[in-house]
């Protein structure tokens, strides 16, 4: 396993983080399969597991925390927090109310009292970068937080968050959780460039692009993953973009093959290799998957590789642009952009 340091923060972070969004309902796994896939990761060495207040509706704080129970100080503990909890209109967002609300909440479901990193799961357009700040400021010197991040911000939503930071003389996001993968690279077009001007640290999520780049699809085998049971539409390959994902997989399968390599371990090194990347976030699911995942760890991938990736993908190029999660919200909502 090697170790990074976190932006700017000092802190040593794994280059693979344990990602805790199928924990729980959503993933269909008990406590126990948890605690085994926690201990493993651990003892691989891996030191910060992510989770957030949305996942499983509360559930994988609770089985992280049950998890880590006793060696707490050992592990870099990230949670997030702004997606709806509920039906109730406030319990969701990044206004100061919830914030303040919600992390005690996570706190509690976590056992702890304090997380390491607090992020801000999307860019919540309704509320100022000043009231938002202003709050994860507070929550930080109150001794509940360590630091904060973002997650999924667009490039031009990161600039202007370090500037009110800086105009308001309030600490700044540290960190960066964008969507990253061979299949998704338009983060290296702006999003990336402006982490490394701000010294942000950079966590990656779906560097197996929902499990494209699992190893398990591939032309003329049926497409079984458990993203496929309920998001059926981005594995329909009648669709233009998941046609060029499934020709671009079978492309990339060759050049894992002639290196010797797994397609996830292809996939993983790739992500971590850009220098403006911390680390790669995997989600197993069961043991096998995390194993399969640490195979990864110690990947290197050769130039020779990396420029055979890009003939097959471009750089900065997207080749699912529509599910991307950092629109605009007036390209989505029509009365956003007429009078």
Known sequence: MHYRTLGRTG?????????????GKIGRTTQDEVTAI????????????????????????????????GRRE??????????????????????????VSELDNSLRRLGVDHVDLYQIHRWDPGTSDEETLSALTDLQRAGKIRYFGSSTFPAYRLVQAQWAARENHLSRYVTE???????????????????????????????????W??????????????????MPQRFDTSIPSNRARLDAVERLAKVADEAGLTMIQLALGFVTAHPAVTSAIIGPRTLDHLHSQLAAADTVLSADILDAIDAIVAPGIDLAAHEKFDTPPALLDPSLRRR
């Open 11 to 23: 802190v040593q972070v794994s280059s693979l983080v344990l990602g805790a969004m199928n924990f």
């Open 38 to 69: 926690v201990d493993a990761a651990i003892e691989a060495g891996i030191n910060l597991i992510d989770t957030a207040d949305r996942y499983s509706d509360g559930e994988s704080e609770e089985m992280v925390g049950k998890a880590i129970a």
């Open 74 to 99: 050992d592990i870099v503990l990230a949670t997030k927090a702004s997606m709806p909890m509920g039906d109730e209109r406030n319990h969701q967002g990044s206004s100061r109310r919830w914030l």
């Open 177 to 211: 959780q964008p969507s990253y993968s061979i299949l998704q690279r338009g983060i290296e077009t702006h999003v990336l460039p402006v982490t490394e001007q701000y010294g942000l640290g950079v966590l990656v999520w779906s560097p197996l692009a929902s499990g």
């Open 213 to 230: 780049l699992s190893g398990a699809i591939r032309d003329g085998r049926e497409i079984a993953t458990s993203r496929s049971t309920f």
